[in-house]
């Protein structure tokens, strides 16, 4: 059974790989620099870890991941594995001062579809979409499905996606796709949050 798929923009199709390859992301420029004054984006934090594990445990998904994205990679601020008290799961290559598992190429997976655009992607079987069944997390990792919402902040920057993954294909339906998005909103409430916070601590009359 053949299932639509919403266009995605500024893409290019390379015919003989049979790959959606990755979409021009015009706003990364951007995004970066909000990203650096909320002061996230390039570092595990405790909150956002924990905050994976519940998305996971909401939808019984056993990868969860909060991840921000920049002009050349991924970065997953917040990671919940079912197998996280044993080996790190090795989800692409990263820096020696990084902990393994953190850093994905932007090529890989489909949450820079997700960011560019600015809408959730619900993917029961990866198989059933050709443009994107050649991902490289397919072979790589043994990605079947995937379900990620944007994270869309206060000034209208795409910061990154809230996502989980499974290793086999999942029925997530109206349910999962609105469990996402719900979930995508109350961690941009956290976020603006934080930022309040820190805003608090460096004004007037802080130190």
Request: with cysteine.
């Amino acid at each position: 059974m053949n299932h639509p798929v919403s266009r995605v923009p500024y893409t290019s199709y390379d015919p003989t790989r049979h790959l959606l390859l990755t979409p021009q992301d015009d706003e990364a420029p951007a995004r970066v620099a909000r990203l650096r004054a909320l002061g996230i984006g390039d570092s595990p934090l405790p909150a956002f870890d924990e905050f994976a594990r519940k998305l996971a445990r909401t939808t019984r998904a056993p990868y969860a991941m909060v991840n921000f994205i920049d002009e050349q990679r991924q970065y997953f601020a917040g990671l919940y594995t079912s197998a996280q008290d044993q080996a790190p799961v090795e989800l692409g290559p990263a820096p020696a001062n990084i902990r393994p598992g953190r850093v994905m190429a932007r090529d890989h997976g489909y949450c820079p579809h997700v960011v560019v655009r600015r809408k959730a992607l619900v993917l029961e079987d990866v198989c059933d979409y050709p443009r994107f069944a050649g991902n490289p997390v397919v072979d790589g990792i043994g990605v079947r499905s995937y379900l990620g919402a944007p994270l869309i902040d206060r000034t209208g920057t795409a910061l990154g996606t809230v996502c989980v993954v499974d290793l086999e294909p999942r029925p997530w339906g109206r349910e999962g796709l609105e469990t996402i998005k719900a979930m995508a909103a109350e961690l941009v409430d956290q976020i603006h949050r934080m930022e309040q916070r820190q805003s608090g601590a460096s004004g007037p009359g802080a130190g």
